[in-house]
């Protein structure tokens, strides 16, 4: 990729940042991961064709030019709340995702620190996708281990931090908070 193609994809980001809370790429990742999907479902669900959603995804493309997708990635947005708080079943999403599938309408995405639980606390597993959503809006996951491997000698508990919020899976970031926790 040469400069100007970097420059396009850093600015198409930055534009998917301010239209939609974060990179696409990374809000796409953690449904793909909450929701136990791959790209060629997610973008079925969403009504995009594959190679749409990579351009999504990958800063090529920065908006999402039809307002039934975008609504459909808050409904997604919003299952993968509840299947993390537990209120729904992995069964109970699969049946929920085709109703989303077939889903029309227009809306605008809520950032995703918004969702809580009728509580109004965020769930724990909201709360370490901001973190990971942090982490990884700075740095690449191979320079994030880089970075806890250079401090793990001197400071292996930061180093651990960097590495599982930083690079692992949500899943292992939920233990993890939740095993920090008094």
Known sequence: MDAAQQEATAR??????SWYGEPLGALFRRLIDDLGLNQARLAAVLGLSAPMLSQLMSGQRAKIGNPAVVQRVQALQELAG?????????????????????????????????????????????????????????????????????????????????????????????AHYEGHQS
């Not at 198409?12 to 940042?17: D, F, N, S």
């Not at 996708?129 to 508990?157: T, W, Y």
């Open 12 to 17: 198409a980001r930055e534009l998917q940042r």
């Open 82 to 174: 509840q299947v993390a708080d537990g209120s729904i079943s992995a069964g109970e999403a699969t049946d929920r995702m085709e109703e989303i599938k077939k889903s029309q309408g227009g809306s605008v995405l809520t950032s995703t620190g918004q969702t809580t639980t009728t509580g109004g606390a965020p769930t724990v597993r909201r709360v370490v996708r901001e973190i990971q959503s942090l982490l990884r809006s700075v740095a690449a996951a191979g320079d994030i281990i880089d970075a806890a491997d250079s401090l793990a000698p001197a400071h292996p508990e930061l180093a651990e931090f960097l590495r599982v919020y930083g690079a692992g899976r949500t899943a292992d970031a939920v």
